[in-house]
């Protein structure tokens, strides 16, 4: 038997835990402490086992995620190897002198290598996948049947529920790169190049990558999530910082504008300067550009139907910038004598630089200042130039987008994304958010959702963004909930007699997302105190260090594999966690929404926020007025945190949202600005200081914002503090 180690492979002074055991030439077993987790073997190519061409060769060397050691051999036009690391495997197929092959459709492959079985070993799977990633899930790993595949599929992770995961996904070409049933073996899972595609370049390679984590789901798919990053660096992004108003599906003003849309935005911003509400962009939906042939984009200019003064100008007089919305192009577009295009009627692919370059430029001069490119299933799928004619088509579509975005400073959302389109982003600065929900529906009832997300009495696939946020946050993508009514009557509003039943439970989830917060309400009918439970008096969002996610332990219970909450939807995980890290320490903040049955958390729970040795109180907020909030009316102190927070069964109604807080060694605990969902946010705290007696915070916002703090003092009295910032906005409080 043949037995990598990886630590003898890296050159490691300890033992590794993961291995590749090889019981024949071409069968391997993959372990983890001797354990098998997998068992495959085998390539195939248009259908067909190969046989090796020749003997295995040795390979080593070095590259970003350190060194390695493994082999390779030749199966006629395909070669195979595999490469150890300290903590990964990678698996790689080349095609030295490219392919071509028959078409297998978007569920099948093209090639295979390697193939992964299931063992006898009890293990769940946690599979991203579908059209928003919206049929991501946590279930019990029995083989290929247990995990999205195909176009639709996405990374998936290994767990036992004690600790160890195993991460797997493409590490290269990952709008080509795919997985489904293997040929050789339907209940095993084989990697390769996705079928639709026929023409395979010379020198082309897909690379699948295993990552093992041994400190939990989380932790594991943030350590491959890194990896593929590469050193990517992503820009801020202006709608992750600041409030937006938005008109995107679901909300008030979605193809139902007063008058016209010049008119209807300035009547929104007339009327936020009047309740102050710091709106500081719009999302301008699909609604303002024309549209030609397969309802694609004909010409990406605003319409004098939309605004008969024209748009230029608008962002100045507004004094807010845009999010402009795009989706796939018809056939008929007015650019395609100017530009190269892949022509496929009803629709086109626009194929060269200089058309982005062009496009985004036009758009930024007018106050563009995030690109979303809706509809990318539609395109992916709906066009051989992306799935047919190259390999690589995929590829050099959205990374032509991203560099002509990377140009003029503006970034980009991906909508309707497909899993393996968000992997792509990690190659494309300019991507920085994800739609991680489904549109808006303040109905409640929509049927465009995908079961099982759609269930009474809330669309939940519209505000569980739980799992799909991981891997965004993995990835240094910010999760985009869609936008929110926060009021729950809204006469006049384009989609009859609906309401929003639950919208201080949407905003909470809007928040604790860092990602944008975007409202869409019409005018009269904002509720101002709950919107600025998500933002200083400027607009600056006030959010947590990460995106909240779903607990550990959830994805455990779901996967039969260990305790966790009980979800009262299947999916729907019901607890979510994120925190907040200021000067060293942690803020924890746990969202609670459709728990089943009650659960005692615990600090391990919270895995892989650490928060540190010693004392830490836990505390949570009644629904109650701002004013409220603001004396500590409705603060509950829970005591210890060690000694876990007893969670009752709730659902979106009566949401819980706790925080814990870390004891400082004098005694006091710093609990933040009680009328925010996130009271310790980076924004709004810079910095924390103690001595033997007192307790400093130095605060920023607004200017000549008035800002209330919360302590807790030694002997278990609340005190609250009260601050006006300077005209820089800026503010110190000392207690003690």
């Not at 402490?33 to 040795?58: E, K, V, Y």
């Not at 082999?71 to 006629?76: D, E, L, N, V, W």
């Not at 999760?479 to 609906?498: E, I, L, R």
Request: hydrophobic share 40%; charged share 20%.
């Amino acid at each position: 038997m043949r037995h990598l180690l990886l630590a003898c492979i890296a050159g490691a002074a300890r033992g590794s835990r993961l291995a590749i055991d090889f019981s024949t030439d071409e069968a391997f077993s993959i372990t983890i402490d001797g354990t098998q987790w997998l068992h495959g073997g085998g390539a195939s190519l248009r259908q067909q086992r190969l046989r090796p061409s020749g003997p295995w060769r040795p390979i080593k060397g070095a590259d970003a995620r350190g060194k390695y050691k493994g082999r390779a051999r030749r199966y006629g036009a395909l070669e195979a190897s595999y490469a150890l690391y300290d903590n990964a495997v990678v698996f790689t197929q080349r095609f030295p002198d490219g392919a071509t092959v028959s078409p297998r459709g978007v569920e099948g492959l093209a090639s295979e290598w390697p193939v992964l079985g299931p063992s006898a070993q009890r293990l769940g799977v946690l599979t991203f996948g579908g059209r928003f990633m919206e049929t991501s899930r946590a279930t019990k790993w029995t083989g290929a049947g247990s995990v999205e595949s195909g176009a639709y599929g996405g990374p998936f992770v290994l767990f036992d529920g004690k600790g160890d995961a195993l991460v797997v996904s493409a590490a290269t070409e990952f709008a080509a790169h795919s997985h489904a049933a293997s040929t050789q073996n339907a209940s095993a899972v084989a990697f390769g190049v996705l079928g639709s595609v026929t023409k395979i370049p010379r020198g082309f390679a897909v690379a699948t990558v295993l990552t093992l984590g041994q400190e939990g789901i989380t932790s594991a798919v943030r350590t491959h999530g890194r990896a593929l990053l590469a050193g990517t660096v992503r820009p801020p992004d202006y709608a992750t910082r600041y409030l937006g108003y938005s008109t995107d599906n679901g909300a008030y003003y979605y193809y139902n504008p007063s008058k016209d849309y010049g008119t209807t935005l300035r009547a929104v911003r007339a009327y936020a300067q009047r309740e102050r509400i710091p709106y500081r962009y719009a999302l301008l939906d699909s609604w303002w550009y024309e549209k030609g042939s397969g309802d694609g984009v004909r010409n990406w200019s605003c319409t004098a139907q939309a605004f008969p003064q024209g748009c230029q100008g608008l962002s100045e007089e507004l004094d807010w910038r845009f999010m402009l919305h795009n989706r796939q192009w018809s056939s008929d577009n007015v650019y395609r004598g100017a530009y190269d295009f892949a022509v496929e009627p009803p629709l086109a692919l626009p194929l060269e630089q200089r058309f982005w370059d062009d496009l985004m430029r036009n758009a930024s001069d007018w106050g563009m200042i995030v690109y979303e490119q809706d509809w990318l299933y539609t395109e992916f799928l709906g066009l051989n130039a992306t799935l047919l004619q190259s390999a690589t088509g995929a590829r050099k579509w959205l990374t032509q987008m991203s560099t002509a975005a990377s140009r003029v400073g503006v970034t980009v959302q991906y909508c309707m994304e497909m899993a393996r389109l968000v992997l792509q982003s990690a190659t494309l600065p300019a991507v920085t958010q994800i739609r991680a929900s489904d549109d808006y529906n303040p109905a409640g009832d929509s049927g465009n959702c995908t079961p099982p997300a759609c269930n009474p009495p809330v669309q939940v696939d519209t505000y569980y963004i739980g799992t799909t946020s991981l891997l965004a946050w993995a990835l240094d993508l910010a999760p985009s909930k869609d936008s929110f009514w926060s009021t729950s009557a809204q006469p006049g509003n384009p989609y009859g007699d609906v309401a929003e039943r639950y919208p201080a439970m949407q905003a909470a989830v809007a928040a604790l997302s860092r990602g944008p917060v975007q409202v869409s309400d019409g005018v009269g009918y904002s509720d101002r105190e709950l919107i600025m439970r998500t933002c200083d008096e400027a607009g600056r969002l006030l959010q947590p260090s990460r995106p909240a996610t779903a607990l550990d332990a959830a994805f455990h219970r779901s996967a039969g594999v260990g305790d966790g909450p009980l979800a009262r939807f299947p999916n729907v995980l019901p607890i979510t966690a994120t925190h907040t890290r200021i000067d060293g320490w942690k803020w924890a903040h746990i969202l609670v929404i459709n728990l089943e049955e009650p659960f005692m958390l615990l600090p391990a729970h919270l895995r892989p926020t650490d928060l540190g040795a010693g004392e830490h109180v836990a505390y949570s907020l009644a629904a109650a007025s701002t004013a409220s909030q603001r004396r500590g009316d409705a603060l509950s102190v829970l005591g210890d945190f060690r000694d876990g927070i007893a969670i009752p069964a709730c659902g979106a109604g009566d949401f819980r949202l706790y925080h814990v807080a870390p004891r400082l060694a004098n005694g006091w605990a710093y609990l933040g600005e009680l009328s925010k969902f996130v009271p310790v946010a980076e924004a709004r705290t810079r910095s924390l200081r103690f001595d033997v007696n007192s307790v400093s915070v130095s605060l920023s916002g607004a200017a000549s914002e008035e800002v209330v703090v919360t302590f807790l003092a030694p002997n278990g009295t609340v005190v609250s503090a009260e601050c006006v910032l300077s005209a820089a906005g800026l503010g110190e409080v000392i207690v003690g």
